[in-house]
């Protein structure tokens, strides 16, 4: 099921008010849904989506999260409503963890990922063969 770019926002509006008022604390730029379709260039040989963002810079904090990314997905694994809702608090949470994080001076989940890419782009190498 691809759901429309406004329907996805809306979503999101009820998954906002799900989380703790604490956790927005100083995410300055709040959170924006982008119509973008982002992959991850640092894996050529396979299509890894980006679905969010989360961005410290000079205009602040704030989260992204990429419509084209989850509609690309969803039209490949023929997702519900449930499993939008479901991808879209998945990614919204990470992404919160990231600020929370980035709050604290910690970088676990930073750490986390990278390994998780390491590890992508090792499997990657050991399907390519010798």
Not at 17 to 25: D, N, R, S, V, Y
Not at 73 to 92: F, N, Q, V
Not at 96 to 117: F, K, P, S, V, Y
């Amino acid at each position: 099921m691809l759901m429309e770019f406004d329907q996805v926002g809306e979503i999101l509006d009820d998954l906002y008010e799900t989380f703790p008022p604490a956790l927005f604390e100083r995410l300055n730029g709040g959170i924006s849904l982008l119509p973008d379709c982002r992959t991850d260039p640092q894996l050529p040989g396979r299509t890894m989506y980006l679905m969010g963002a989360y961005c410290h810079d000079m205009t602040g904090r704030y989260i992204e999260l990429y419509y084209g990314s989850f509609a690309a997905l969803a039209r490949e694994e023929d997702w519900s409503e449930e499993t939008w809702r479901k991808e879209l608090h998945t990614t919204l949470s990470h992404e919160l963890t990231h600020h929370l994080e980035n709050l604290a001076g910690e970088i676990g989940l930073e750490i986390r990922d990278a390994e998780q890419l390491a590890q992508w782009k090792s499997e990657e190498r050991e399907e390519e063969g010798p």
